[in-house]
């Protein structure tokens, strides 16, 4: 059943699955497409302004990471390494935190959330994530921040494109 989603820039839209909608370009992504190839979609998801907080999503619709193909599992990989590795060498991230769960209203997607020394205040590990995410979204919302965020995915694009991944 089509759900009406509020996009970090004011739009709205009616759609069956956001990863869907975002993933075969219906929707752009607020920042602009990271990278794509012809199983995966690189994006930021800006309403969680953190620079270098990539959303690796599937183009195909599931939800299990046991559906997915021999392709996917070895394109998938791939992928996750070469963004860690952009992540660290263009945007200088130490850490990374991984998310990904298989109950959720968009189809699979991971979240790779850069670790910075301002979410120590919010604990460790995977009880400070969502109390993070949230800061970010309610506190960081500025234009200072914003501007590193994008700064963030100009860097993250340009890095990935000269790998030319496949
Ligand atoms: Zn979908």
Same mark, same amino acid.
């Given at each position: 059943?089509?759900?009406k989603?509020?996009?970090?820039?004011?739009?709205?839209?009616e759609v069956?699955?956001?990863?869907?909608?975002?993933?075969?370009?219906?929707?752009?992504?607020?920042?602009?497409?990271?990278?794509?190839?012809?199983?995966?979609?690189?994006? !930021?998801?800006?309403?969680?302004?953190?620079?270098?907080?990539?959303?690796?999503?599937?183009?195909?619709?599931?939800?299990?990471?046991?559906?997915?193909? =021999?392709?996917? !599992? +070895?394109?998938?990989?791939?992928?996750?390494?070469?963004?860690?590795? @952009? !992540?660290?060498?263009? $945007?200088?991230?130490?850490?990374?935190?991984?998310?990904?769960?298989?109950d959720?209203?968009?189809?699979?997607?991971?979240?790779?959330?850069?670790?910075?020394?301002?979410?120590?205040a919010?604990?460790?590990?995977?009880?400070? $994530?969502?109390?993070?995410?949230?800061? @970010?979204?309610? !506190?960081? +919302? +500025?234009? =200072? +921040?914003?501007?590193?965020?994008?700064?963030?995915?100009? =860097?993250?694009?340009?890095?990935?494109?000269?790998?030319?991944?496949?």
């Amino acid at each position: 059943m089509p759900r009406k989603i509020t996009l970090a820039d004011g739009r709205t839209v009616e759609v069956d699955c956001l990863s869907c909608a975002l993933t075969s370009g219906l929707i752009t992504p607020t920042g602009g497409v990271i990278y794509e190839t012809n199983l995966f979609h690189i994006h !930021q998801d800006v309403a969680y302004p953190i620079r270098g907080l990539i959303i690796l999503a599937s183009k195909r619709h599931f939800y299990g990471m046991d559906e997915l193909t =021999e392709a996917e !599992q +070895n394109e998938y990989i791939s992928l996750i390494h070469k963004i860690r590795r @952009a !992540q660290r060498e263009r $945007l200088g991230i130490d850490k990374v935190y991984y998310f990904y769960n298989e109950d959720t209203t968009h189809h699979f997607h991971l979240w790779m959330v850069p670790r910075y020394e301002w979410m120590e205040a919010f604990g460790g590990s995977v009880e400070s $994530l969502r109390p993070v995410l949230l800061h @970010a979204r309610n !506190q960081m +919302n +500025n234009e =200072e +921040n914003m501007k590193a965020v994008f700064e963030g995915i100009d =860097e993250l694009r340009e890095a990935l494109h000269r790998e030319r991944i496949s």
